[in-house]
């Protein structure tokens, strides 16, 4: 019987999709076969992966969260001894303490939950409901509100602990992954990893979002830019101005990638947001819209309060009577040397220093906050932020932590900081009074180390590039994306700019980058990364296995779209009638190279990688035929398309498929696209 | 004891008395491009606490103790300079504009906005915007588009999926007090939303073939629903159109023409309610209804004086007239909005504030020789008033123009 598509297009479909896979799969067989065959449950042992720590308001113990064995260690400070533990949700990453210490709060990323448990006897006494990824959680002055920061939601939640019910729910910028409430209890800072969406051939522009705790609204959204990756807050004491020191990474992702010393690939800083010097006019005005490349210096209106008073700290060069917060960048890399991957931030009780992780570093930098000052008195703003040798004018010091060091807290009494390293499963102590690392506390993680653990760790490390600069971890935070479009290719100076792309459940979607050059990831992550953007020896052989062993096993983060039981709502169950219609809305057969599941089919991760043109190439761009990338959790992966040129879901049809190149959307009614959106987030 | 008792019942009959004298509004303050904002035209309002936000044709206003504090344009990020609708979200006070080229969201000084091409939103032409619990609900030229902030999901409602006549939807007015969401439909009627039930239900003419109400409380005074209002305390919502006023209490409809009420014109762009008040925009003024004692009150702009003229319209269809030193800006009124006992309304010629003074509204009714008991049986006969209108001692008050 003759085989007609038209009478079987499903039938069709699967013998097509099948004869790609072998096909596919025997073209590149052999370079599979360089790649480590990682089971599907390697046996891994439970590292505890400690992520952020806080010390009771006595200074007795320190309360660490433990991201790899889903635990909370309470561990005494006398005796630098694990004294308690106990199990909370999934992923825990944030920690938060009532003003008495009694309560604490830590924040389950992938559990969607915040565990509430006792200070002494360390019980988990309930389990709140937060939004989606809840990162980053404060308890307001008065022990009535938590403020959760939910990752994936991109928003704060406002937690009655009274009930353990949200109240409200603020939105911030993407991911927001950390928070602090200021000394006075007024606001509820919040910073954000990704950048706004915006144009991929414009400068990123990141945000500190500004919570009034009193009026309960979003009193300011301060505009960083030039930034991304914004991590820690830590305020200054008021006597001191009352300034934040926030970290990030200064991408200069719009240049051609053909120069790395001198910071022209990206630098490490952190932001000095400073209080107006005098009373804003108008309360709750916008800020002024950021342009420009070069923008370091952001006028944003702040609302005065009592604690940013402005107290003692002038105003700078040139900068006159200045009605809004100032926010100023500071590299703290050297010029021969980088720091990489800021993420910690903490105060002296007394101001003196701030202390800065550096994550891909392994150091944790002190800063003398009095010659900050001074510096910054003597030089504008404007030429500040990309200069290299500003850090040795008021770093004092770089200790040595353990493996990527990352939250960072200061005693009460103000001699002590203690680090949290996180792929140490340690605390790195650090003598405040003489500057000098005292001690290490083990926490009491599995002695071995895996494969999987060598290769995170050399993951997350920036030695194995040019000068320290950056580590694979530099560009995809959260193993995940930056965000940020990339002008990578050499051959074309200013032509191929790439949006970065997720890490995340990437172990079967090969081949790799946009153009689809690298069958596997010994090839994607080995001598050509070396060589073109770490421009060293790169990996040996052991390491590059242990590297990609790890990548393969990020895993995917639980689909918040999708019902816990898999059933699709009624929006979604119509949005995949509409990814699998054969027919337009007027009866017209699409064809088969334009149906959804034709390039994105649901056995291969949705997608039948395989470079396609759908359409997209810009005047920039040498190629038309990309990489079909993979579906699953593409709602996290804005922006969208190979140079990240659309921004939202909707814009990849609405704005780049005007000539149907990118599956057959022109007949669709709205209500139908926005049910095929709906769909597509379950994948 | 009966002296006691003569007393209350004195106090009560006057109590009762005065309470048949409808509260005025004796003060107007206007608004217009010569005193800061950008535009006369004013479509929209939105209170939140001390500050008004009001929608013109050229921007966003805000307007803070008694001042054009800021005015919000394109430039600072605006979607569009026509702005159509406003919600502020009590919860985390976010402001919602509608305007006439998408959507925007106003929250901690910064713009972000949504289009038919960045978002899931139905149609960029909006007319009316509604903030309840998560939900934002817009109402289109192309039917109702609904965003969930906490999911991000849009979903859309039109004559493809819904019960819309005509998708082209002017108002909306959340009822979460009744679990149900009402949309004012241009040539749609009134839809009603009920959200346990996730199900919309049309309300137009009875007959649905005339277009309006044959009998007058047998439905929907009209199919052209310029806008829709939900009173909280009286469970009902209030449709405008433009051949008259209609009230629903979830069983029976209550209309109102000129013809047998105190309504300023048949042709209404919006109305609003709360407690006993219902309000009615009209094309010739702002007519007030105290629901409770039908007694009518309309406020004009005297177009020879520019004085205010204020006419009431009694239960028994007589009418007084009293003139105010101070008028509205104009007499085609596109909306209005409480603020406390003050209220705002959006004229096509600038933007006024009202202000009840109750001396200034005893001097009024002082002035006019008002008995309600004298007006009975005089038939289209009103009280007098003095030849300027202002009270007899030639004071003015403070603050009029």
Known sequence: MKFNPSNNPAKFTRAISLALRILVA????????????????????????????????????????????????AVDTHTNRVVAQVKVGHKPKGLALTVNGKTLYVANEWSDTVSEIDGATLAVRRTLKAGWGPTSLVVGRDGRYLYVANGIGNSVSVIDLATGKELRRFSSQRSPQHMALSRDGRRVYVSNVLPHLRPYDEPPISELTVIDTQKQVVAERILVPGVIELREIAEAPARQGGYLLVPFMRPKNLAPLIRVEQGWVLTHGIAVVRPPLTRSPVAGSPSPQVRGSQSSHATVSLNPLPSLSGRGWPAGPGEGEVTSARVTQVLLDDIDYYYADGYGAAFTPDGRYALITSSGANVVQIVDTARLAGFLRRNPAVEIANRLDSARQFVIGRLPTGADPRGVAVSPDGRKAYVANRMDDSLTVVDLARLRVTSTIDLGGPKEDSRLRRGERLFRDARYCLQGQFSCATCHPEQHLDGLAWNLETPQLGRDRVANRTLRGIAETAPYKWNGHNPDLITQCGPRIAKFLFRSEGFNTQELQALVAFLRSIPLAPNRHLAANGQLTDAQERG????????????REIPYQNRCDTCHPPDTHYTNRISTDVGSKTQYDTISLFDTPQLDRVYEDAPYLHNGMALTLEEIWTIYNNYDTHGVTSDMRKEQLNDLIEYLKTL | MKRLLFI?????????????????????????????????????????GPRVWAGTEDGLVLIENGKVARVYGTGDGLVHRVVMGIAVDKR????????????????????????????????????????????????????????????????????????????????????????KVYFAVWGGGMIEYDIATDTMKPYTDPDEEMELVLFRNQGLVHIIVSNVAFNPDTKMTWGSTYFGLTGYDGRNWHNYLTKDSGLASDFINAPKSRGNEVWACTDKGLSFLDYKTNTWVTYRRNKQNGHGEIEITWPDQKKTTLEAPTSLAHNYILNMEFQGKDIWVATAKGLSHGIREPQMEAQLYGNAKLDRRSTRGRQGEGAKVSKDGFPKSGQRPAGSQ
């Open chain 1, 26 to 73: 025997f073209s590149f067989a052999p370079l599979f076969g360089a790649t480590p065959k990682i089971p599907a449950a390697e046996s891994e042992p439970s590292y505890l992966t400690p992520l952020d720590l806080q010390l009771s308001p006595d200074g007795s113990r320190i309360y660490v969260v433990c991201e790899g064995n889903d635990s909370l260690i």
């Open chain 1, 576 to 587: 995949k009638a509409v990814f699998y219609r054969r027919r337009t809305n007027d009866g």
């Open chain 2, 8 to 48: 209350v019942i004195l106090l009560v009959t006057a109590t009762v008395l005065a309470a048949e004298k409808p509260p005025l509004i004796t003060r107007w303050e206007n608004f217009t491009t010569a005193n800061g904002i950008p535009d006369d035209k004013v479509f929209c309002l939105a209170v939140d």
């Open chain 2, 92 to 179: 985390n006070g976010d402001l919602w504009i509608g305007t006439f080229g998408g959507l925007s969201q106003f929250s901690g000084g910064q713009f972000k906005n949504y289009t038919n091409l960045t978002s899931g939103l139905l149609n960029d032409i909006i007319y009316g915007v509604a903030v309840q619990d998560y939900w934002v609900w817009v109402a289109t030229t192309a039917g109702i588009s609904r965003l969930d902030t906490s999911t991000g999901e849009w979903r859309n409602w039109s004559e493809f999926n819904a019960p819309f006549h005509e998708p082209w939807s002017y108002g909306i007015a959340p009822a979460p007090e009744i679990g």
